[in-house]
């Protein structure tokens, strides 16, 4: 049996003239501005969509800590995609890295993990409003569901991506 994201991502794509993700163009690099709230897909150096984000609860500066509620920032990847979310869809950024995990080590912390971008919860505790306008994640980057099909289809594995303060 297919999963709900799988099922609605088909629905909506053949409600909008997509009839295959070949329509949609791939962005090269992934780029994260914290401080608009905004997601940028760039194929070639030039911006091919942007979307609105939400970012973790304490989104001012770079995640330093397991449950420190921060958005990382820095140079990543988008390494694996899970069409089995809590959060609709969502693919992970490669946070912590080398430097990340040093960084922690030194401090005596954990870095944390499992960093994504995402889409809304599947059984949301909160109304709509809420994730639209506040940041509201544990560190993670947040869409609506139709922007993560999208960001889902116009991206490949292993994109680079950079979240900038």
Avoid at 61 to 82: A, F, H, I, V, W
Avoid at 121 to 140: H, L, V
């Amino acid at each position: 049996m297919r999963s709900r994201p799988t099922i609605i991502c088909c629905a909506l794509l053949l409600v909008s003239g997509v009839t295959s993700a070949t329509d949609f163009p791939i962005a090269d690099r992934v780029v994260i501005d914290k401080s608009d709230r905004l997601l940028h897909l760039f194929d070639n150096g030039e911006v091919i969509r942007t979307f609105e984000v939400a970012l973790g609860l304490r989104p001012e500066g770079d995640k330093e800590r397991e449950g420190d509620q921060k958005t990382p920032e820095g140079s990543y990847l988008l390494d694996m995609r899970n069409p089995n979310s809590d959060f609709f869809l969502s693919i992970r950024v490669s946070y912590p890295d080398v430097s990340d995990r040093a960084a922690a080590s030194a401090k005596g912390v954990s870095p944390g993990g499992a960093i994504m971008i995402h889409g809304q919860p599947n059984e949301p505790s909160r109304s709509e409003a809420y994730y639209k306008t506040q940041d509201w994640t544990d560190g993670c980057i947040a869409v609506s569901n139709s922007d993560m099909i999208d960001i889902w289809l116009m991206t490949g594995e292993n994109t680079p991506i950079e979240i900038r303060p």
